[in-house]
């Protein structure tokens, strides 16, 4: 049972590069999220999709976008990755439409040089 | 503005040392608060979800109480392998707008020697 898989687990970006995070989950859950890790800072939501065909801005959405390809996946696109972006991504996804008990990933290093 | 605050930041205890984790929390419509632990490398594992004043959930070693402004983990006779950070979130209802958010708290990082 993978549950939720995010790839890639590490990646090394430079200023000004694009990349995508990809997550894709097994549990047929309606709610897919995108939060990051800094340290001293805790878990801050970037974007969140409560079903298919719909994202929301979370608390920290500047940089970011997000396409919900289907019901299964979520991914999170850097356009132009700035060093401030350097962090550990957590994809989660909740079976509800509203957050409640979520299942993380194991997480996506990155880091933007 | 809702904050969830954690503490300690962290806790070193000896194997078979009880104690216990406060998560302190200023929301306004609490719908739910979530504990979850968190091992180095990993992602968020989720251990209990408490929904009113007065509610306990229990899970081996742990136990989770739940008050009107806090939560407490309470770990009886702890193992090596409880060393986690252990995080809190608060589900409420925003003020404005009425829409749902969840607020992580920073983390209680937790290391039993043996």
């Known amino acids: 049972n993978a549950g939720v898989t995010q790839t890639p687990k590490f990646q090394v970006l430079k200023t000004g590069q694009s990349m995508t995070l990809q997550c894709a989950q097994d549990?047929?859950?309606?709610?897919m999220y995108w939060y990051r890790q800094d340290p001293g800072m805790g878990l801050r939501l970037i974007y969140y999709?409560?079903?298919?065909?719909?994202?929301d801005k979370g608390e920290v959405p500047n940089g970011y976008n997000v396409s919900r390809l289907n019901k299964r996946e979520f991914s999170l696109r850097l356009e132009s990755a700035a060093p401030s972006q350097t962090s550990v991504y957590f994809c989660?996804?909740?079976?509800?439409?509203?957050?409640?008990?979520?299942?993380f990933g194991e997480g996506s290093r990155l880091t933007v040089l | 503005e809702d904050q969830v605050t954690q503490s300690p930041e962290a806790l070193r205890l000896q194997e078979g040392e009880s104690s216990s984790l406060n998560c302190s929390y200023t929301?306004?419509?609490?719908?739910?608060l979530f504990w979850y632990r968190q091992d180095p490398g990993k992602g968020p594992e989720f251990l209990f979800t408490?929904?009113?004043a007065g509610e306990e959930k229990e899970k081996e070693r742990l136990k989770a109480t739940l008050t009107k402004k806090e939560s407490f983990l309470h770990i009886t006779a702890p193992k090596p392998e409880d060393s986690a950070t252990y995080l809190c979130?608060?589900?409420?209802?925003?003020?404005?707008?009425?829409?749902?958010?969840?607020?992580f708290g920073k983390g209680t990082k937790l290391t039993v020697n043996p």
């Open positions: 549990m047929n859950h309606n709610s």
């Open positions: 989660a996804s909740s079976s509800g439409t509203g957050f409640g008990e979520l299942f």
């Open positions: 929301v306004s419509g609490l719908r739910g």
């Open positions: 408490l929904y009113s």
């Open positions: 999709s409560a079903s298919e065909g719909t994202t």
């Open positions: 979130a608060v589900q409420a209802v925003e003020s404005q707008g009425g829409s749902e958010k969840l607020v």
